[in-house]
Nanobody, 123 residues
Framework: QVQLVVSGGGSVQAGGSLRLSCAASSQTYKSNYLAWFRQAPGKEREGVAVIAPIRGNTAYADSVKGRFTISRDNDKSTVYLQMFSLKPEDTSVYYC????????????????WGQGTQVTVSS
């Protein structure tokens, strides 16, 4: 059973930083692309960043390039999303997801989702 446990999030002022964590089962971590998505009220869920399972290649949405970094810790089977220079428009519920269709940021390419965590950025 795929299990993704999300932690982190919270409230921060614009320009601040936060780190999200997504702990996966060992098999899920080793064989899946792991991605972060976010969904603001009234908006579609959008892909933010994704990391490949073996080589660790990454891809980012244009809106977060240069500000967010996705990384993985193989010893902990955990993927992180480090967020810098946060903006009010980054305010969303953030989700971790597992998939196997490459470096995709399309919601339909992911089959398992962790619980969301709220990130609120105030101006």
């Amino acid at each position: 059973q795929v299990q993704l446990v999300v932690s982190g999030g919270g409230s921060v002022q614009a320009g601040g930083s936060l780190r999200l964590s997504c702990a996966a089962s060992s098999q899920t971590y080793k064989s899946n692309y792991l991605a972060w998505f976010r969904q603001a009220p009234g908006k579609e869920r959008e892909g933010v960043a994704v990391i490949a399972p073996i080589r660790g290649n990454t891809a980012y949405a244009d809106s977060v390039k240069g500000r967010f970094t996705i990384s993985r810790d193989n010893d902990k089977s955990t993927v992180y999303l480090q967020m810098f220079s946060l903006k009010p428009e980054d305010t969303s519920v953030y989700y971790c997801a597992a998939g196997y269709r490459g470096l995709s940021l399309l919601r339909s390419d992911y089959y398992s989702w962790g619980q969301g965590t709220q990130v609120t950025v105030s101006s």
